[in-house]
């Protein structure tokens, strides 16, 4: 579960706070889009409520001419799919953390850890695992084959942002190939014997100036 960065922009654009509904949803990979606040209990923290207009990124379908990009939400993959680099000193399980002593002591930031979340917005080569798709939908990928079209779901249900085959909104990005058996300090499925699993999903976000 995460958005693995291979051949990406420079810089990501930013982070940024997150709708409170997403946070839970967000695994990595998924669209992203930035929205007004749409409620007055929407949690932020100093540096983001202080701001006069007040602005997300919520899960959501891609759209032409607005600013999207693809949510990292501080997680990276190991070989069998479970967080790596999560969290430095300790998990957050449900809420987000608080200031202790001046310093959050749950890192390195996460949405679960901040509220917030790395979006990247530039274009390039982007590796997302397969919990950023609607299930079913990357097996449907592989089976069209390279610079198939995936798109964003809609804002508003347990899968918004996650990524599909079936035509929602405006093309998101292309899907080019699959990975597997990346690691070179252990011994691959493949070496051993063992059916070859698929680490993440090799996809070409094009930008939102596309």
């Avoid at 209990?41 to 006069?52: F, G, H, K, L, P």
């Avoid at 599909?164 to 990975?179: C, D, H, L, M, Q």
Wanted: aromatic share 8%; net charge negative; proline share 4%.
């Amino acid at each position: 579960m995460a958005l693995v960065l291979l051949n990406p922009g420079l810089r990501p654009l930013g982070q940024f706070d997150f709708a409170d509904g997403d946070a839970s949803k967000a695994t990595g990979g998924e669209i992203a889009k930035i929205v007004t606040y749409s409620s007055a209990t929407e949690a932020a923290a100093a540096d983001v409520s202080d701001n006069r207009d007040l602005v997300h990124f919520q899960l959501d379908s891609f759209s032409d001419g607005r600013l999207c990009g693809l949510v990292d939400e501080g997680q990276s993959p190991s070989e069998d799919n479970t967080p790596g680099y999560g969290t430095l000193l300790g998990q957050a399980v449900g809420v987000n953390a608080t200031m202790v002593d001046g310093s959050i002591k749950v890192g390195p930031s996460t949405v679960y850890g901040t509220g917030k979340a790395t979006i990247w917005h530039q274009a390039g080569l982007y590796g997302v695992t397969e919990e950023a798709f609607i299930s079913g939908q990357p097996a449907a990928a592989v089976a069209a084959g390279i610079n198939t079209s995936l798109f964003g779901t809609a804002t508003g249900g347990s899968t918004a942002g996650k990524l599909t085959t079936v035509s929602t909104g405006n093309e998101a990005a292309w899907w080019i190939s699959r990975e597997a058996g990346t690691s070179l300090v252990s011994t691959t499925n493949s070496a051993a014997g063992a059916a070859i699993a698929t680490e993440y999903h090799i996809i070409y976000f094009p930008g939102p100036t596309k």
